[in-house]
Nanobody
């Protein structure tokens, strides 16, 4: 099982980025849930968005509602996080996480920096 994130970078406030998480060794459709988390310097890792496979329910952190959109392309075995109206407080390392057969898997993370 491997998760590889990409798409991070430096963006100005108000800008947009799209993160990708490519899975190998399993399929997202077989997972219990797939999520994006983030961790800012000196802070705990926090949930950003989650897709629950059974039923397709999606949940967002209050801080990103209306600005971020999580989606999944099961044919490409890829999960996305479309981020718009980015703020400096969105600066963090963003991680992909999957719950699969009662085990948790994490990607290595991708850095997002929002700064002018």
């Amino acid at each position: 099982v491997q998760l590889v994130e990409s798409g991070g970078g430096l963006v100005q406030p108000g800008g947009s980025l799209r993160l990708s998480c490519v899975a190998s060794g399993f399929t997202f459709s077989n997972s219990v849930s797939s999520s994006w988390y983030r961790q800012a310097p000196g802070k705990e890792r926090e949930l950003v968005a989650r897709i629950i496979s059974a039923g397709g329910k999606i949940v967002y952190a209050d801080s990103v509602k209306g600005r971020f959109t999580v989606s999944r392309d099961d044919a490409e075995n890829t999960m996305y996080l479309q981020m718009t109206s980015l703020k400096p407080e969105d600066t963090a390392v963003y991680y992909c996480k999957v719950l699969l057969l009662a085990r948790i898997y994490w990607g290595q993370g991708t850095q997002v920096t929002v700064s002018s």
